[in-house]
T-cell receptor, first 116, second 114 residues
Framework: AQSVSQHNHHVILSEAASLELGCNYS??????LFWYVQYPGQHLQLLLKYFSGDPLVKGIKGFEAEFIKSKFSFNLRKPSVQWSDTAEYFC??????????????WGLGTSLAVNP | KAGVTQTPRYLIKTRGQQVTLSCSPI?????VSWYQQTPGQGLQFLFE???????NKGNFPGRFSGRQFSNSRSEMNVSTLELGDSALYLC?????????????FGPGTRLLVL
């Protein structure tokens, strides 16, 4: 079955530390890849997406992610985190094919806590 | 533009009852997807409606149903509630079929089943 794995369920960092959250998926065909973020008390919102082209994508708030097709990975990175980055981060994969049987597959999420 | 709205925001029900949740998508969005979010299971896809038709369905029992109206507003119904149905129910809208992946989420309805 298709799946999306986020390796870290809980991450605790100090401000200014670098961040990398892992995301791997199991589907081998054409995919669209996403990171969504849920700040405390706020709605889930799109952080960044990859559809095609440059595998290094930039998102909001200094986040970036790199699509490595050979590794089925789409890891999220930020060189220097801030306290305001404390949130839950979700990786999602949309398998693309013809027809109607398409839906986003979500990882379980990674809870990031940044200590000031 | 107003965002995705969901009503009610909080709900307490007892086992065996039924519940209806409502979602109003962003104006102009034709796709509405529903998710169940729990700490242990993450985001679980329930179903997606596009132009009043169910386009996709997740692996939930038939107690979970939905519909979409001509103005794109959507409702989700859960009959014969079980304790395990306690969760945050999220609605997401998108311009086209929600399976493109770019979705806009509402604040959710937190359902507690006692």
């Amino acid at each position: 079955a298709q799946s999306v794995s986020q390796h870290n369920h809980h991450v605790i960092l100090s401000e200014a530390a670098s961040l990398e959250l892992g995301c791997n998926y199991s589907y081998g065909g054409t995919v669209n890849l996403f990171w969504y973020v849920q700040y405390p008390g706020q709605h889930l919102q799109l952080l960044l997406k990859y559809f095609s082209g440059d595998p290094l994508v930039k998102g909001i708030k200094g986040f970036e992610a790199e699509f490595i097709k050979s590794k089925f990975s789409f890891n999220l990175r930020k060189p220097s985190v801030q306290w305001s980055d404390t949130a839950e981060y979700f990786c999602a994969v949309n398998r693309y094919n013809a027809g109607n049987n398409r839906k986003l597959i979500w990882g379980l999420g990674t809870s990031l806590a940044v200590n000031p | 533009k107003a965002g995705v709205t969901q009503t009610p925001r909080y709900l307490i029900k007892t086992r065996g009852q039924q519940v209806t949740l409502s979602c109003s998508p962003i104006s102009g969005h034709r796709s509405v997807s529903w998710y169940q979010q729990t700490p242990g299971q993450g985001l679980q896809f329930l179903f997606e409606y596009f132009s009043e038709t169910q386009r996709n369905k997740g692996n939930f029992p038939g107690r979970f149903s939905g519909r979409q109206f001509s103005n794109s507003r959507s409702e989700m119904n859960v009959s014969t509630l079980e304790l395990g149905d306690s969760a945050l129910y999220l609605c997401a809208s998108s311009l086209d079929s929600g399976t493109s992946g770019v979705q806009y989420f509402g604040p959710g309805t937190r359902l507690l089943v006692l």
